[in-house]
């Protein structure tokens, strides 16, 4: 039976957004999902307040980088909130958002050998080597933590074309996609075994894990107007042969680069089809949102990650409330 979990952008203050993942662990959630916004609060005080203010509930960052923060700082970090939470963190590690890097002033070349050299770094100092490394990327020279880590915590990786696919399921524990369909959900998942097997690992040993922009609401055009500006965005930087597979005209991505370059995501609605929403978005009444689960579960995913992409304190507390009492029953 398929996981199912829940993700915050993490945008609002870190007392408040530590007690979503708190009313998610007393509704019966196992697992809450942290995004790491490069100018919003640190996701690791944030998974810190939450370790203290949970028990059971598995904590992760979906997902940081190992840009603007070195693999050594995920070693150490990740290890603490571990230790605080009694085995419970689990570090989502991806390339990261190409222009909030950038904006940095830190360039991001390799995204790919920077994944595998960072996965390798933080494993060997997470079993107590002292670590020297002459990578293509990144160099270490004799580094070793001063403390012994409660365990080598899972490390899962944020993929999404077919060569990062790959790539994640040679090197991760699990692996986080951000699809919302189950066309385009079976296609990741084609491209993430071939680097499973390549590895030699056993089947189902790797958690692939849809990561989808989720609203819920007992109305469900209310719930499907939550997610229409994000269903513009994301049509409007993805891949032709995706537009293809869903219907989705060249006409129609026009349109929409146009608003957004005249008015941001501002009054946008009319302009996103139910292909693009159906495609990019997770979105409707309780029941609604069952079945889309349960197409995902089919498609061969092994949890799904809700991420609610409300801002409101009261709306995302009730969605977390409709997610446990409304979706989580009928999908265990």
């Not at 603007?68 to 230790?83: C, L, Q, Y």
């Not at 590690?93 to 390799?110: D, F, N, Q, T, Y």
């Not at 997610?227 to 219907?247: G, N, T, Y």
Request: hydrophobic letters at 40%.
């Amino acid at each position: 039976m398929i996981k199912i979990g829940f993700g915050l952008l993490g945008i609002g203050s870190v007392m408040e957004t530590a007690g979503y993942f708190k009313l998610a662990e007393d509704l019966g959630l196992e697992y809450g999902w942290g995004a790491d916004q490069t100018f919003s609060p640190s996701i690791y005080s944030l998974l810190t307040l939450s370790a203290h203010l949970t028990k059971h509930i598995k904590l992760g960052t979906s997902v940081t980088n190992p840009y603007s923060r070195h693999p050594v700082i995920h070693a150490t970090s990740g290890a603490a909130i571990d230790e605080l939470s009694g085995g419970r963190f689990i570090l989502g590690l991806g390339a990261g958002e190409k222009s909030a890097i950038e904006s940095l002033g830190i360039e991001r070349p390799k995204t790919k050998q920077m994944l595998r050299e960072s996965v390798e770094i933080i494993r060997r100092l997470l079993k107590g080597e002292k670590v020297t490394y002459d990578g293509e990327l990144l160099s270490l020279s004799n580094v070793k933590l001063m403390f012994q880590p409660r365990r080598v915590f899972p490390i899962y990786v944020g993929a999404r074309g077919p060569k990062t696919l790959q790539l994640a399921g040679e090197i991760g524990d699990g692996v986080l996609i951000d699809v919302c369909d189950p066309t385009e959900g079976k296609i990741a998942i084609a491209e993430t075994n071939k680097g499973i097997e390549k590895a030699g690992k056993k089947p189902g040993e790797t958690e692939i894990i849809s990561a989808v922009s989720f609203a819920v609401d007992e109305d469900p055009e209310k719930a499907k107007n939550k997610v229409k500006w994000l269903a513009a965005v994301i049509a409007a930087s993805v891949p032709q042969e995706v537009l293809d597979r869903h219907d989705i005209s060249l006409s129609q991505i026009r349109a929409l680069k146009e608003h957004l370059g005249k008015k941001g995501t501002h009054d946008i609605e009319p302009l996103v089809t139910k292909e693009m929403l159906e495609t990019f978005t997770l979105a409707g009444s309780p029941r609604q949102c069952v079945a889309r689960i349960e197409t995902m579960e089919r498609a061969g995913f092994s949890q799904i990650d809700l991420v609610i992409i409300d801002t409101v304190h009261e709306n995302i507390q009730h969605q977390i409330k409709l997610l446990a009492e409304k979706i989580l029953p009928h999908v265990k």
